[in-house]
Protein backbone atom coordinates (compact mmCIF):
# COMPACT_ATOMS: atom_id res chain seq x y z
CA UNK A 1 0.00 0.00 0.00
CA UNK A 2 1.09 3.02 -1.13
CA UNK A 3 1.50 5.91 1.90
CA UNK A 4 -0.78 8.27 0.46
CA UNK A 5 -3.96 6.03 0.36
CA UNK A 6 -3.84 6.23 4.13
CA UNK A 7 -6.38 8.48 6.22
CA UNK A 8 -5.40 10.90 8.28
CA UNK A 9 -5.86 8.38 11.10
CA UNK A 10 -4.00 5.62 10.12
CA UNK A 11 -1.10 7.71 8.89
CA UNK A 12 -0.76 9.26 12.59
CA UNK A 13 -0.69 5.94 13.65
CA UNK A 14 1.64 4.66 11.08
CA UNK A 15 4.26 7.80 12.12
CA UNK A 16 3.32 7.04 15.22
CA UNK A 17 4.72 3.33 15.69
CA UNK A 18 7.39 4.44 13.17
CA UNK A 19 6.48 2.34 10.38
CA UNK A 20 6.96 4.73 8.42
CA UNK A 21 8.79 8.68 8.54
CA UNK A 22 7.01 12.04 7.57
CA UNK A 23 9.20 11.93 4.47
CA UNK A 24 8.23 8.92 3.34
CA UNK A 25 4.76 9.93 3.45
CA UNK A 26 4.80 13.27 2.24
CA UNK A 27 6.79 12.07 -1.04
CA UNK A 28 4.51 9.31 -2.05
CA UNK A 29 1.80 11.80 -1.80
CA UNK A 30 3.65 14.58 -3.92
CA UNK A 31 4.61 11.34 -6.57
CA UNK A 32 0.99 10.34 -6.81
CA UNK A 33 0.22 14.51 -7.96
CA UNK A 34 2.84 13.97 -10.08
CA UNK A 35 1.81 11.10 -11.47
CA UNK A 36 -1.63 11.98 -11.79
CA UNK A 37 -2.83 15.31 -11.72
CA UNK A 38 -1.63 16.54 -15.28
CA UNK A 39 -4.98 14.64 -15.85
CA UNK A 40 -7.18 15.29 -12.60
CA UNK A 41 -6.19 18.43 -12.68
CA UNK A 42 -6.96 18.77 -8.74
CA UNK A 43 -3.92 21.83 -8.00
CA UNK A 44 -3.75 24.89 -8.79
CA UNK A 45 -0.33 25.07 -7.69
CA UNK A 46 1.66 22.64 -5.20
CA UNK A 47 3.73 23.34 -3.15
CA UNK A 48 6.78 20.86 -3.09
CA UNK A 49 9.51 22.95 -1.89
CA UNK A 50 7.49 24.30 0.78
CA UNK A 51 6.32 20.74 2.15
CA UNK A 52 10.15 19.53 2.22
CA UNK A 53 11.32 21.98 4.01
CA UNK A 54 8.71 21.68 6.51
CA UNK A 55 9.54 18.13 6.23
CA UNK A 56 13.36 18.74 6.96
CA UNK A 57 12.05 20.88 9.91
CA UNK A 58 9.58 17.98 11.37
CA UNK A 59 12.71 15.38 11.52
CA UNK A 60 11.91 12.37 13.62
CA UNK A 61 9.12 14.05 15.48
CA UNK A 62 6.34 11.98 15.56
CA UNK A 63 2.48 13.10 16.22
CA UNK A 64 1.67 13.91 19.85
CA UNK A 65 0.04 16.40 22.36
CA UNK A 66 -0.41 19.77 20.87
CA UNK A 67 0.84 18.26 17.20
CA UNK A 68 -1.60 16.00 16.33
CA UNK A 69 -1.26 16.16 13.05
CA UNK A 70 2.74 16.67 12.91
CA UNK A 71 4.01 15.48 9.12
CA UNK A 72 0.32 14.69 7.88
CA UNK A 73 -0.12 16.04 3.86
CA UNK A 74 -2.84 18.43 3.61
CA UNK A 75 -4.62 20.10 0.53
CA UNK A 76 -6.15 23.20 1.18
CA UNK A 77 -8.87 24.89 -1.28
CA UNK A 78 -6.91 27.81 -2.88
CA UNK A 79 -9.49 30.33 -1.68
CA UNK A 80 -8.23 30.14 2.07
CA UNK A 81 -5.19 32.55 2.50
CA UNK A 82 -1.85 30.83 3.12
CA UNK A 83 1.13 32.87 3.90
CA UNK A 84 3.94 32.98 1.26
CA UNK A 85 2.09 30.55 -0.82
CA UNK A 86 0.08 31.93 -4.03
CA UNK A 87 -3.58 31.95 -3.58
CA UNK A 88 -6.13 32.82 -6.39
CA UNK A 89 -9.67 31.38 -5.07
CA UNK A 90 -9.26 30.55 -9.48
CA UNK A 91 -9.64 33.46 -10.03
CA UNK A 92 -7.58 35.25 -12.95
CA UNK A 93 -7.78 39.17 -10.66
CA UNK A 94 -5.69 37.04 -8.21
CA UNK A 95 -3.45 34.61 -10.09
CA UNK A 96 -0.20 36.36 -8.37
CA UNK A 97 -1.54 37.04 -5.24
CA UNK A 98 0.52 35.70 -2.22
CA UNK A 99 -0.84 36.77 0.78
CA UNK A 100 0.92 38.16 4.07
CA UNK A 101 -1.02 36.36 6.79
CA UNK A 102 -2.18 32.91 7.01
CA UNK A 103 -6.59 31.96 7.06
CA UNK A 104 -7.42 30.89 10.90
CA UNK A 105 -7.95 27.57 9.23
CA UNK A 106 -4.64 27.34 8.04
CA UNK A 107 -3.15 28.70 11.34
CA UNK A 108 -4.90 26.12 13.43
CA UNK A 109 -3.42 23.35 10.78
CA UNK A 110 -0.38 24.51 11.14
CA UNK A 111 0.16 24.81 14.78
CA UNK A 112 -1.32 21.16 15.04
CA UNK A 113 2.12 19.65 12.87
CA UNK A 114 -0.15 19.74 9.35
CA UNK A 115 1.73 19.87 5.64
CA UNK A 116 0.67 21.68 2.85
CA UNK A 117 1.06 20.07 -0.34
CA UNK A 118 -0.67 22.20 -2.19
CA UNK A 119 -3.75 24.59 -3.12
CA UNK A 120 -6.54 23.18 -4.78
CA UNK A 121 -8.81 23.91 -7.77
CA UNK A 122 -12.38 25.65 -7.60
CA UNK A 123 -15.19 27.35 -9.08
CA UNK A 124 -13.71 31.41 -9.17
CA UNK A 125 -14.49 33.03 -6.44
CA UNK A 126 -16.57 29.62 -5.39
CA UNK A 127 -19.05 30.55 -7.76
CA UNK A 128 -20.63 27.19 -8.73
CA UNK A 129 -21.01 23.66 -8.01
CA UNK A 130 -18.86 22.03 -10.69
CA UNK A 131 -15.02 23.30 -10.65
CA UNK A 132 -15.37 24.30 -14.54
CA UNK A 133 -15.91 27.71 -13.80
CA UNK A 134 -12.14 28.07 -12.17
CA UNK A 135 -10.65 30.73 -14.27
CA UNK A 136 -7.75 28.31 -14.95
CA UNK A 137 -8.77 24.94 -15.91
CA UNK A 138 -11.81 22.02 -15.09
CA UNK A 139 -11.11 19.49 -12.57
CA UNK A 140 -11.71 15.90 -13.74
CA UNK A 141 -13.35 13.67 -11.54
CA UNK A 142 -11.38 10.97 -10.39
CA UNK A 143 -13.91 8.36 -11.07
CA UNK A 144 -14.55 9.05 -14.60
CA UNK A 145 -12.46 11.58 -16.25
CA UNK A 146 -15.21 12.69 -18.82
CA UNK A 147 -17.22 14.01 -15.81
CA UNK A 148 -17.33 17.08 -13.37
CA UNK A 149 -15.88 16.66 -9.37
CA UNK A 150 -18.96 19.12 -8.31
CA UNK A 151 -17.61 22.30 -6.46
CA UNK A 152 -16.63 24.75 -5.77
CA UNK A 153 -14.27 22.46 -3.53
CA UNK A 154 -14.12 19.71 -6.22
CA UNK A 155 -10.29 20.43 -6.16
CA UNK A 156 -10.12 19.60 -2.94
CA UNK A 157 -12.35 16.40 -3.24
CA UNK A 158 -10.94 14.99 -6.13
CA UNK A 159 -7.48 15.16 -4.20
CA UNK A 160 -9.24 13.17 -1.66
CA UNK A 161 -10.45 10.84 -3.64
CA UNK A 162 -7.47 10.31 -6.12
CA UNK A 163 -5.67 9.68 -3.13
CA UNK A 164 -3.17 12.39 -3.95
CA UNK A 165 -3.38 14.04 -0.11
CA UNK A 166 -4.21 12.33 3.36
CA UNK A 167 -6.64 15.08 4.60
CA UNK A 168 -8.26 18.08 2.62
CA UNK A 169 -10.09 21.20 3.24
CA UNK A 170 -12.62 22.98 1.46
CA UNK A 171 -15.48 25.51 2.29
CA UNK A 172 -18.99 25.23 1.74
CA UNK A 173 -21.43 28.21 1.68
CA UNK A 174 -24.36 26.02 -0.10
CA UNK A 175 -22.97 22.89 -1.18
CA UNK A 176 -19.76 23.23 -1.44
CA UNK A 177 -18.41 20.58 0.48
CA UNK A 178 -21.17 18.25 0.59
CA UNK A 179 -21.76 18.02 -3.41
CA UNK A 180 -18.14 17.60 -4.40
CA UNK A 181 -17.77 14.97 -1.81
CA UNK A 182 -21.18 13.23 -2.75
CA UNK A 183 -19.95 13.17 -6.95
CA UNK A 184 -16.53 12.34 -5.64
CA UNK A 185 -17.65 9.30 -3.41
CA UNK A 186 -15.76 10.90 0.00
CA UNK A 187 -16.68 12.16 3.09
CA UNK A 188 -17.88 15.83 3.33
CA UNK A 189 -18.23 18.31 6.72
CA UNK A 190 -19.83 21.16 6.78
CA UNK A 191 -19.64 22.71 10.23
CA UNK A 192 -22.67 24.85 11.99
CA UNK A 193 -22.05 28.44 10.50
CA UNK A 194 -19.49 30.12 12.92
CA UNK A 195 -18.04 27.13 14.34
CA UNK A 196 -14.91 27.43 12.46
CA UNK A 197 -13.28 30.92 11.59
CA UNK A 198 -13.57 32.43 8.08
CA UNK A 199 -10.45 34.46 8.50
CA UNK A 200 -8.84 35.16 5.70
CA UNK A 201 -11.08 33.03 3.79
CA UNK A 202 -11.68 34.75 0.22
CA UNK A 203 -15.28 35.76 1.18
CA UNK A 204 -18.27 34.54 -0.94
CA UNK A 205 -21.69 34.83 0.88
CA UNK A 206 -20.61 35.58 4.41
CA UNK A 207 -23.21 35.04 5.83
CA UNK A 208 -23.30 31.66 4.86
CA UNK A 209 -19.54 30.94 4.09
CA UNK A 210 -18.31 27.90 6.68
CA UNK A 211 -15.10 25.83 6.04
CA UNK A 212 -14.39 22.47 6.88
CA UNK A 213 -13.17 19.02 5.72
CA UNK A 214 -13.21 16.52 2.76
CA UNK A 215 -11.84 13.11 3.53
CA UNK A 216 -11.74 9.36 3.31
CA UNK A 217 -13.39 8.85 6.96
CA UNK A 218 -15.61 10.04 9.49
CA UNK A 219 -12.70 9.69 12.06
CA UNK A 220 -10.55 12.07 10.25
CA UNK A 221 -13.94 14.66 9.81
CA UNK A 222 -14.02 14.32 13.47
CA UNK A 223 -10.51 14.59 14.15
CA UNK A 224 -9.96 17.76 12.13
CA UNK A 225 -12.91 19.44 13.17
CA UNK A 226 -11.27 19.02 16.98
CA UNK A 227 -8.59 21.10 15.45
CA UNK A 228 -10.55 24.11 13.46
CA UNK A 229 -13.33 24.42 15.85
CA UNK A 230 -13.34 27.51 17.99
CA UNK A 231 -13.92 30.85 19.30
CA UNK A 232 -11.95 33.22 16.98
CA UNK A 233 -11.45 37.30 17.87
CA UNK A 234 -10.72 37.83 14.15
CA UNK A 235 -13.80 36.93 12.91
CA UNK A 236 -17.21 38.04 15.40
CA UNK A 237 -19.50 35.37 14.01
CA UNK A 238 -17.56 32.61 15.81
CA UNK A 239 -19.06 30.92 18.65
CA UNK A 240 -18.17 30.72 21.50
CA UNK A 241 -19.50 27.55 22.43
CA UNK A 242 -17.46 25.06 24.20
CA UNK A 243 -15.49 22.92 21.49
CA UNK A 244 -16.04 18.97 22.30
CA UNK A 245 -13.73 16.00 21.54
CA UNK A 246 -15.49 14.77 18.50
CA UNK A 247 -13.18 11.86 17.95
CA UNK A 248 -13.61 10.65 20.93
CA UNK A 249 -17.01 11.44 21.29
CA UNK A 250 -17.58 9.05 18.39
CA UNK A 251 -15.29 6.11 19.84
CA UNK A 252 -16.73 6.05 22.70
CA UNK A 253 -20.64 6.22 21.31
CA UNK A 254 -22.98 3.03 21.89
CA UNK A 255 -24.34 3.13 19.00
CA UNK A 256 -27.64 4.81 17.66
CA UNK A 257 -30.07 3.15 18.93
CA UNK A 258 -33.17 5.29 19.24
CA UNK A 259 -31.91 8.18 17.61
CA UNK A 260 -34.64 9.85 15.63
CA UNK A 261 -34.09 10.66 11.92
CA UNK A 262 -36.69 12.33 9.78
CA UNK A 263 -36.43 11.67 5.81
CA UNK A 264 -37.71 14.59 4.54
CA UNK A 265 -40.62 13.49 1.47
CA UNK A 266 -39.86 16.96 -0.47
CA UNK A 267 -36.03 15.98 -0.52
CA UNK A 268 -37.03 13.48 -3.22
CA UNK A 269 -37.24 16.17 -5.92
CA UNK A 270 -38.68 15.50 -9.25
CA UNK A 271 -35.95 14.69 -11.86
CA UNK A 272 -33.82 12.82 -8.89
CA UNK A 273 -31.26 10.07 -10.56
CA UNK A 274 -33.31 6.78 -9.52
CA UNK A 275 -30.11 5.40 -8.49
CA UNK A 276 -29.52 8.08 -6.10
CA UNK A 277 -33.33 7.41 -4.51
CA UNK A 278 -32.67 4.07 -4.16
CA UNK A 279 -29.04 4.30 -2.85
CA UNK A 280 -30.52 7.06 -0.38
CA UNK A 281 -33.08 4.48 0.49
CA UNK A 282 -31.06 2.06 1.39
CA UNK A 283 -28.77 4.40 3.31
CA UNK A 284 -32.12 4.65 5.70
CA UNK A 285 -32.39 0.69 5.98
CA UNK A 286 -28.86 0.92 7.30
CA UNK A 287 -30.10 3.10 10.13
CA UNK A 288 -33.02 1.44 11.01
CA UNK A 289 -31.27 -1.74 10.90
CA UNK A 290 -28.68 0.23 13.18
CA UNK A 291 -31.94 1.02 15.82
CA UNK A 292 -32.51 4.58 14.86
CA UNK A 293 -36.44 5.28 14.66
CA UNK A 294 -37.00 6.71 11.24
CA UNK A 295 -39.93 8.74 10.27
CA UNK A 296 -41.12 10.76 7.26
CA UNK A 297 -41.61 14.36 7.81
CA UNK A 298 -42.51 17.64 5.84
CA UNK A 299 -40.04 20.44 4.92
CA UNK A 300 -40.57 23.82 2.97
CA UNK A 301 -40.55 23.37 -0.77
CA UNK A 302 -36.85 23.07 -1.60
CA UNK A 303 -36.81 25.74 -4.41
CA UNK A 304 -38.36 28.15 -2.31
CA UNK A 305 -34.29 28.10 -0.71
CA UNK A 306 -33.04 28.04 -3.90
CA UNK A 307 -34.47 31.43 -4.97
CA UNK A 308 -33.22 33.03 -1.53
CA UNK A 309 -29.92 31.67 -2.02
CA UNK A 310 -30.02 32.89 -5.20
CA UNK A 311 -30.33 36.80 -3.79
CA UNK A 312 -28.57 36.33 -0.88
CA UNK A 313 -25.35 35.16 -2.64
CA UNK A 314 -25.40 37.50 -5.40
CA UNK A 315 -26.19 40.40 -3.13
CA UNK A 316 -23.30 39.37 -1.23
CA UNK A 317 -20.83 38.42 -3.73
CA UNK A 318 -21.53 42.02 -5.03
CA UNK A 319 -20.19 43.61 -1.76
CA UNK A 320 -17.57 41.38 -0.89
CA UNK A 321 -16.29 41.41 -4.68
CA UNK A 322 -16.24 45.29 -4.51
CA UNK A 323 -12.96 45.43 -2.84
CA UNK A 324 -11.20 43.88 -5.66
CA UNK A 325 -9.66 47.30 -7.16
CA UNK A 326 -6.33 45.99 -8.27
CA UNK A 327 -4.98 48.36 -6.54
CA UNK A 328 -3.41 46.79 -2.46
CA UNK A 329 -3.24 43.83 -4.67
CA UNK A 330 -4.65 41.27 -7.57
CA UNK A 331 -5.45 42.82 -10.93
CA UNK A 332 -8.22 44.86 -11.96
CA UNK A 333 -11.68 44.29 -12.06
CA UNK A 334 -11.71 43.88 -15.55
CA UNK A 335 -10.05 40.18 -15.59
CA UNK A 336 -13.13 38.96 -13.45
CA UNK A 337 -14.59 36.23 -15.24
CA UNK A 338 -18.15 35.64 -16.81
CA UNK A 339 -19.75 33.92 -13.66
CA UNK A 340 -18.85 37.00 -11.19
CA UNK A 341 -19.88 39.74 -13.35
CA UNK A 342 -23.44 38.24 -13.56
CA UNK A 343 -23.45 37.75 -10.19
CA UNK A 344 -22.27 41.24 -9.21
CA UNK A 345 -24.82 43.10 -11.59
CA UNK A 346 -27.64 40.58 -10.31
CA UNK A 347 -26.31 41.50 -6.52
CA UNK A 348 -25.64 44.99 -6.96
CA UNK A 349 -29.47 45.34 -8.40
CA UNK A 350 -30.87 43.44 -6.20
CA UNK A 351 -29.63 45.62 -3.56
CA UNK A 352 -30.07 48.87 -5.10
CA UNK A 353 -32.05 51.77 -4.36
CA UNK A 354 -35.86 51.08 -4.90
CA UNK A 355 -34.84 46.99 -5.22
CA UNK A 356 -33.87 46.61 -1.81
CA UNK A 357 -37.41 45.71 0.00
CA UNK A 358 -38.25 43.55 -2.79
CA UNK A 359 -35.25 41.28 -3.60
CA UNK A 360 -33.07 41.27 -0.46
CA UNK A 361 -35.59 42.09 2.93
CA UNK A 362 -38.00 39.73 0.98
CA UNK A 363 -35.41 36.84 1.22
CA UNK A 364 -34.47 37.53 4.61
CA UNK A 365 -37.76 37.25 5.27
CA UNK A 366 -38.22 33.61 3.85
CA UNK A 367 -35.06 32.97 5.37
CA UNK A 368 -36.44 33.02 8.49
CA UNK A 369 -38.94 30.85 7.60
CA UNK A 370 -36.97 28.45 6.82
CA UNK A 371 -35.17 29.18 10.18
CA UNK A 372 -38.32 28.34 11.40
CA UNK A 373 -39.30 25.31 9.24
CA UNK A 374 -35.76 23.35 10.65
CA UNK A 375 -36.58 24.54 14.23
CA UNK A 376 -40.23 22.72 13.97
CA UNK A 377 -38.49 19.42 12.48
CA UNK A 378 -35.62 19.54 14.70
CA UNK A 379 -38.68 19.36 17.75
CA UNK A 380 -39.64 16.22 16.38
CA UNK A 381 -36.37 14.66 15.17
CA UNK A 382 -32.62 14.46 16.34
CA UNK A 383 -31.50 14.69 12.15
CA UNK A 384 -32.38 14.87 8.59
CA UNK A 385 -31.42 12.52 6.23
CA UNK A 386 -31.86 12.81 2.33
CA UNK A 387 -29.82 12.26 -1.04
CA UNK A 388 -26.77 15.26 -0.95
CA UNK A 389 -27.50 16.01 -4.94
CA UNK A 390 -30.00 14.72 -7.53
CA UNK A 391 -27.54 12.97 -9.65
CA UNK A 392 -24.01 11.53 -9.38
CA UNK A 393 -21.82 13.22 -11.20
CA UNK A 394 -22.35 14.90 -14.56
CA UNK A 395 -20.39 15.64 -17.89
CA UNK A 396 -18.31 17.96 -18.42
CA UNK A 397 -19.93 20.88 -19.75
CA UNK A 398 -23.33 20.84 -18.23
CA UNK A 399 -22.83 23.70 -16.11
CA UNK A 400 -22.52 25.52 -18.84
CA UNK A 401 -26.10 24.76 -20.45
CA UNK A 402 -27.67 26.47 -17.88
CA UNK A 403 -27.78 30.13 -15.64
CA UNK A 404 -28.74 28.42 -12.58
CA UNK A 405 -27.09 25.20 -13.04
CA UNK A 406 -25.19 25.30 -9.48
CA UNK A 407 -28.55 26.44 -7.89
CA UNK A 408 -30.41 23.30 -9.33
CA UNK A 409 -27.50 21.32 -8.28
CA UNK A 410 -27.16 22.67 -5.32
CA UNK A 411 -31.50 22.43 -4.22
CA UNK A 412 -31.56 19.69 -1.59
CA UNK A 413 -28.26 21.63 0.19
CA UNK A 414 -29.27 24.88 0.04
CA UNK A 415 -31.54 25.08 2.89
CA UNK A 416 -29.70 23.54 5.81
CA UNK A 417 -26.40 25.97 4.44
CA UNK A 418 -29.08 29.10 4.58
CA UNK A 419 -29.93 27.76 7.97
CA UNK A 420 -26.00 27.78 8.92
CA UNK A 421 -26.97 24.11 9.67
CA UNK A 422 -24.17 20.98 10.14
CA UNK A 423 -24.25 18.60 7.76
CA UNK A 424 -21.95 15.58 6.41
CA UNK A 425 -22.11 13.53 3.29
CA UNK A 426 -21.54 10.16 2.98
CA UNK A 427 -21.00 7.83 0.29
CA UNK A 428 -23.59 5.83 -0.23
CA UNK A 429 -22.68 3.27 -2.58
CA UNK A 430 -22.56 3.44 -6.75
CA UNK A 431 -24.33 3.68 -9.76
CA UNK A 432 -24.11 1.20 -12.62
CA UNK A 433 -21.73 3.42 -14.50
CA UNK A 434 -19.58 3.27 -11.18
CA UNK A 435 -20.17 6.62 -9.92
CA UNK A 436 -20.83 7.68 -5.89
CA UNK A 437 -24.03 8.47 -4.92
CA UNK A 438 -24.45 10.85 -1.43
CA UNK A 439 -26.19 11.12 1.49
CA UNK A 440 -26.54 13.69 3.85
CA UNK A 441 -27.29 13.94 7.20
CA UNK A 442 -28.57 17.67 8.79
CA UNK A 443 -28.70 18.50 12.27
CA UNK A 444 -29.20 21.50 14.77
CA UNK A 445 -26.74 24.23 15.67
CA UNK A 446 -23.91 22.74 16.91
CA UNK A 447 -25.10 19.24 16.51
CA UNK A 448 -21.57 18.00 15.03
CA UNK A 449 -20.90 15.10 17.67
CA UNK A 450 -24.08 13.85 16.89
CA UNK A 451 -23.56 13.70 13.09
CA UNK A 452 -20.17 12.15 13.22
CA UNK A 453 -21.53 9.83 15.64
CA UNK A 454 -24.41 8.30 13.24
CA UNK A 455 -22.07 8.58 9.69
CA UNK A 456 -19.25 6.57 11.92
CA UNK A 457 -21.97 3.85 12.60
CA UNK A 458 -23.17 4.10 8.68
CA UNK A 459 -19.37 4.01 8.00
CA UNK A 460 -18.47 0.86 10.35
CA UNK A 461 -21.63 -0.71 8.60
CA UNK A 462 -21.28 -0.16 5.24
CA UNK A 463 -17.80 0.67 4.08
CA UNK A 464 -18.38 2.24 0.96
CA UNK A 465 -16.06 5.03 1.84
CA UNK A 466 -12.83 2.17 1.23
CA UNK A 467 -13.97 2.06 -2.54
CA UNK A 468 -11.43 3.26 -4.63
CA UNK A 469 -11.07 4.56 -7.86
CA UNK A 470 -8.94 2.42 -10.70
CA UNK A 471 -6.92 4.90 -12.00
CA UNK B 1 -42.04 40.34 -7.92
CA UNK B 2 -44.48 40.79 -11.05
CA UNK B 3 -42.45 42.76 -14.42
CA UNK B 4 -39.42 42.80 -12.74
CA UNK B 5 -37.43 43.09 -15.94
CA UNK B 6 -34.28 44.74 -16.94
CA UNK B 7 -33.52 46.55 -19.57
CA UNK B 8 -30.66 46.98 -21.71
CA UNK B 9 -29.69 50.21 -19.79
CA UNK B 10 -30.59 48.94 -16.82
CA UNK B 11 -28.01 46.60 -16.96
CA UNK B 12 -25.50 49.42 -18.09
CA UNK B 13 -26.41 51.49 -15.63
CA UNK B 14 -25.92 48.58 -12.64
CA UNK B 15 -22.54 47.70 -14.47
CA UNK B 16 -21.63 51.13 -13.91
CA UNK B 17 -22.36 51.44 -10.14
CA UNK B 18 -20.14 47.89 -9.67
CA UNK B 19 -16.67 49.15 -11.54
CA UNK B 20 -17.27 47.12 -14.15
CA UNK B 21 -16.44 47.87 -17.80
CA UNK B 22 -19.17 45.27 -20.44
CA UNK B 23 -18.88 44.89 -23.76
CA UNK B 24 -22.28 45.37 -25.85
CA UNK B 25 -21.88 41.42 -26.19
CA UNK B 26 -21.45 40.96 -22.57
CA UNK B 27 -24.65 43.82 -21.74
CA UNK B 28 -27.36 41.41 -23.80
CA UNK B 29 -26.31 38.18 -22.59
CA UNK B 30 -26.60 39.45 -19.21
CA UNK B 31 -29.92 41.14 -19.44
CA UNK B 32 -30.83 37.72 -20.72
CA UNK B 33 -29.52 35.66 -18.08
CA UNK B 34 -30.50 38.22 -15.11
CA UNK B 35 -33.97 38.56 -16.58
CA UNK B 36 -33.69 34.43 -15.96
CA UNK B 37 -32.79 34.52 -12.77
CA UNK B 38 -35.54 37.04 -11.55
CA UNK B 39 -37.82 35.20 -13.42
CA UNK B 40 -37.23 32.19 -11.12
CA UNK B 41 -36.96 34.02 -7.85
CA UNK B 42 -40.68 35.25 -8.49
CA UNK B 43 -41.37 32.14 -6.61
CA UNK B 44 -40.98 33.78 -3.30
CA UNK B 45 -44.33 35.96 -3.67
CA UNK B 46 -45.80 32.84 -3.23
CA UNK B 47 -45.14 33.00 0.34
CA UNK B 48 -46.90 35.59 2.77
CA UNK B 49 -43.93 37.08 4.72
CA UNK B 50 -46.03 40.27 6.37
CA UNK B 51 -45.48 39.51 9.98
CA UNK B 52 -41.95 38.05 9.63
CA UNK B 53 -38.98 39.25 10.97
CA UNK B 54 -35.85 39.39 8.53
CA UNK B 55 -33.24 37.07 9.71
CA UNK B 56 -29.97 38.92 10.76
CA UNK B 57 -27.93 36.27 12.40
CA UNK B 58 -28.57 32.52 12.06
CA UNK B 59 -26.91 30.82 15.30
CA UNK B 60 -28.41 33.71 17.22
CA UNK B 61 -25.59 35.96 17.89
CA UNK B 62 -26.25 39.43 19.21
CA UNK B 63 -23.89 42.90 19.24
CA UNK B 64 -20.67 40.79 19.68
CA UNK B 65 -18.00 43.42 21.34
CA UNK B 66 -14.52 43.18 22.44
CA UNK B 67 -11.85 45.35 23.93
CA UNK B 68 -10.43 47.78 21.52
CA UNK B 69 -6.92 47.46 21.61
CA UNK B 70 -4.12 48.30 19.73
CA UNK B 71 -2.11 45.40 18.45
CA UNK B 72 0.59 44.71 16.28
CA UNK B 73 -0.20 44.22 12.56
CA UNK B 74 1.46 43.42 9.15
CA UNK B 75 4.27 46.03 8.52
CA UNK B 76 4.00 48.52 6.07
CA UNK B 77 6.66 46.55 3.68
CA UNK B 78 4.09 43.68 3.81
CA UNK B 79 1.06 45.79 3.44
CA UNK B 80 2.48 46.89 0.57
CA UNK B 81 3.84 43.79 -1.04
CA UNK B 82 0.92 43.16 -3.52
CA UNK B 83 0.49 46.55 -5.06
CA UNK B 84 2.10 46.67 -8.32
CA UNK B 85 2.01 50.81 -8.80
CA UNK B 86 3.93 52.34 -5.64
CA UNK B 87 5.72 55.51 -4.86
CA UNK B 88 7.85 55.35 -2.26
CA UNK B 89 5.83 53.67 0.56
CA UNK B 90 2.28 54.52 -0.90
CA UNK B 91 0.09 52.55 -3.32
CA UNK B 92 0.00 55.26 -6.32
CA UNK B 93 -3.48 55.39 -7.76
CA UNK B 94 -5.31 57.56 -10.56
CA UNK B 95 -6.25 60.97 -10.27
CA UNK B 96 -9.83 61.06 -8.94
CA UNK B 97 -10.30 64.63 -9.33
CA UNK B 98 -9.32 66.38 -12.02
CA UNK B 99 -7.34 70.13 -12.05
Redesign the interface.
Known amino acids: MNLNELTVIEAIRGLKERKFSTLELVKDCLERIKKLDSKIKAFVTVCEKEALEEVRGIGDDVPSGIRPLLGIPFAIKDNFCTEGIKTTASSKVLEN??P??DATVVKRLKSAGAVIIGKTNMDAWAHGSSTETSDFFTTKNPWDFTRLPGGSSGGSAAAIAADMAVGAIGSETAGSIRQPAAWCGVVGLKP???RVSRYGVIAMAS?TDSPGSLTKSVEDAALILNILAGKD?SD??T?SKPVLDYLRGIRGSRGIRGIRIGVPKEYFVKGIKEEVKTKTLEAIEVFKNLGAKIREISLLEP??S???Y??LQRSEV?SNL?RY??????NE??Y?G?EA??R???G??TL?AG?YD??Y?????????I?QDFEEAFKKVDLIIGPTSPSTALPIGASKDS??FGELQDILVEPSA???LPAINLCSGFSKEILPTGVQIIGP??SEELILKVGYAYEQTTEWHKRKPKL | ?KN?K?SEG??RH??K??????TEK?VKK?QN??N??LA?????S??N?DT????????G?KN?V?EDLVKSS?SQK??L?????KHDDY?K?KAVIEK
Open positions: YFVYTYGSEATSKYVAVTISADGIRYGRSFDKKIVMTYSYQYLKAQKVRTLCVMLAGHF | MSLEVIALANLTLEFQLETYIEVLELTVEPTSQVTLVKIEASGGKSFV
